[in-house]
């Protein structure tokens, strides 16, 4: 199995309902970072899974759509499916597998960091 990965950031804001912690349900903002992971099984003729510039071009228009916005106003999110590091990775993996359309190449696993030291993974 051969994996790829590439590393991207965008800056957006969230409001969450967290009744733990009752900071979050203020207005902030995250400087957000992206890991996503592509897998397949087999190599093309040029002995690569998949172009390092196609995948970035896919993940650029993805991370547009989220990038210095207020996350809970986009349609995709809202209170049945609140922006959060969780969600987020669902749909920048969901996004971007309905856009790679290679046989055998899959988007595997996307991770959205919103601090240094925590993250969300969405595994395919």
Known sequence: MFELKIITKFAAA??????????????????????????????????????????????????EELDHKFLNEISIFGDKKPPSSENI????????????????????RVSAWESDDACATYIL
């Open 14 to 63: 969230h409001q969450l309902k967290i009744e733990e912690s009752k900071k979050c349900e203020n207005l902030h903002g995250h400087n957000w970072k992206i890991e996503v992971c592509v897998s397949g099984e087999e190599l093309d003729h040029a002995g690569l899974l998949m172009d390092f510039g196609v995948l970035k071009k896919y993940v650029a228009k993805v991370i």
């Open 89 to 108: 990775a669902f749909y920048i993996a969901t996004r971007l597998q309905s856009m790679v359309n290679l046989p055998g190449v899959s988007i595997s």
